[in-house]
C-alpha cells in the first residue's frame, strides 16, 4: 500500500480476486505467476468454477462469499471482476479495510458510485486501478511519443468506428448482465476503452452531441456522437448485429501525419500518401504489465500508464451521457 515502509517494500503483496468470469480467470491465471503477488482467495457465486478451479491451485482459498476478500484482515490487495453495479459497494468496503483496489471498467453505472469510489481512494490514499486495456498497450505508448514530438502536426480530428456482428461476443456469453441494458453493452463495454485513450492524449472529453438505438429489448445496436477534447473533434460510430467483421478501430487525423490503432495493438502511420505498418518492439502490454504496474503503485511509486479512478471517472461521465 501506499506508505509501505522500505523493508516491506520487496514483500509480496497478499491478493484477493472477487468474480472468476473471463476477466477474473485471466487475471488468476496472471496473478497465481506474477512474483509481486501471492494470490490468497478467490471468491464467484458459480459453485462449479469453484470446483474446478480449486484442485488445480490448492494454495488458493475459494469460496462463493465476496466478504472474505473485501473484508479481510491478511490482504493487501483486491481484483474486481464482477458486474459493474457493485463495484461501488466492494471498492469502498475494500478501502475502508485498508485494500488497494483494481477493478475492471467501468468504474461504476451510476455516477454517483463512481463518485462515491473515487472520494474513499483520495480519502484513504490508497492504490486505486482500472484495467483499461489500452492503458499501457505498446502501440498507445508510440503514439504518445509521437504526439510529444510535435510529429501529428495540428490534431484536426478523431474517429472511433467500432462494430460487433454478435453482442454479446463469444467470450462473454456467460455474463448474462453484458446484454442487458441496465449495465452492459459495447458503449460501455468497449468504446470506454477508446474514449479512454483520447482523454489520455488528447486531454479530457466533452459530449456534444450522444444517443443510442434500442432494440425492444437487451443492450443498444448503434450508438453515434460528437465529443471534444478542447476543441478537437471526437467522432464515434458503433453498431452491433451488422452482417460484417467485428471492427476495433481509433484514428487521429493530424495536419502532418495521422495514426490508426487497429484490433486493440496493430498501429499504422498515414506518411507520405499512404497507411505504413509501424513495427513495435517490447511488452505489448497485458493483464501482467498492468498487474506489475498496480504492485508499483501499492509500494508507492506513481505510474503513467495506469489508470486511476480520477481518469476512470472522468469516461465513466462521457460513457453515460449516452445512456442519459
Not at 454478435?166 to 442487458?180: E, I, K, N, Y
Request: hydrophobic share 45%.
Amino acid at each position: 500500500m501506499i506508505g509501505w515502509r522500505e523493508a516491506d517494500r520487496m514483500q509480496e503483496i497478499r491478493l484477493g480476486i472477487v468474480g472468476l468470469g473471463a476477466m477474473g480467470m485471466e487475471m488468476l491465471d496472471t496473478a497465481v505467476k506474477h512474483p509481486d503477488f501471492t494470490l490468497v482467495r478467490a471468491v464467484d457465486l458459480d459453485q462449479r468454477t469453484l470446483d474446478r478451479l480449486a484442485p488445480v491451485h490448492p494454495e488458493v482459498s475459494f469460496g462463493t462469499d465476496a466478504s472474505a476478500v473485501v473484508d479481510a484482515p491478511d490482504l493487501d490487495a483486491v481484483y474486481l471482476a464482477t458486474p459493474p453495479s457493485s463495484h461501488a459497494a466492494l471498492t469502498l468496503r475494500a478501502l475502508d479495510s485498508g485494500k488497494a483496489v483494481f477493478c475492471e471498467k467501468p468504474l461504476a453505472i451510476d455516477l454517483a458510485d463512481g463518485q462515491r469510489m473515487h472520494a474513499a481512494a483520495t480519502r484513504t490514499g490508497l492504490a486505486n486501478a482500472v484495467n483499461f486495456a489500452l492503458s499501457d498497450r505498446l502501440a498507445v505508448l508510440e503514439i504518445e511519443r509521437h504526439l510529444r514530438r510535435g510529429d501529428a502536426g495540428t490534431v484536426r480530428g478523431v474517429d472511433i468506428r467500432l462494430q460487433f456482428p454478435l453482442w454479446p461476443r463469444d467470450f462473454q456469453s456467460a455474463a448474462t448482465w453484458v446484454a442487458g441494458r441496465e449495465q452492459g453493452g459495447f458503449v460501455r463495454e468497449v468504446l470506454s476503452h477508446f474514449a479512454y485513450l483520447t482523454d489520455r492524449l488528447l486531454g479530457p472529453l466533452r459530449p456534444e452531441y450522444v444517443s443510442v438505438d434500442y432494440p425492444d429489448s437487451g443492450s443498444e445496436t448503434a450508438a453515434r456522437g460528437l465529443l471534444r477534447a478542447g476543441e478537437v473533434p471526437v467522432h464515434v460510430s458503433a453498431i452491433a448485429g451488422q452482417a460484417g467483421p467485428e471492427v476495433y478501430e481509433w484514428t487521429l487525423w493530424g495536419t502532418r501525419r495521422s495514426y490508426r490503432l487497429r484490433d486493440w495493438a496493430d498501429l499504422s502511420i498515414w506518411d507520405a500518401g499512404s497507411w505504413r505498418p509501424v513495427g513495435l518492439a517490447g511488452e505489448r502490454g497485458s493483464e501482467y504489465t498492468r498487474l506489475s504496474q498496480f504492485a508499483a503503485a501499492i509500494r508507492g511509486t506513481s505510474q503513467a500508464n495506469l489508470a486511476d479512478f480520477a481518469t476512470a471517472l472522468r469516461v465513466q461521465e462521457v460513457i453515460e451521457a449516452f445512456h442519459r
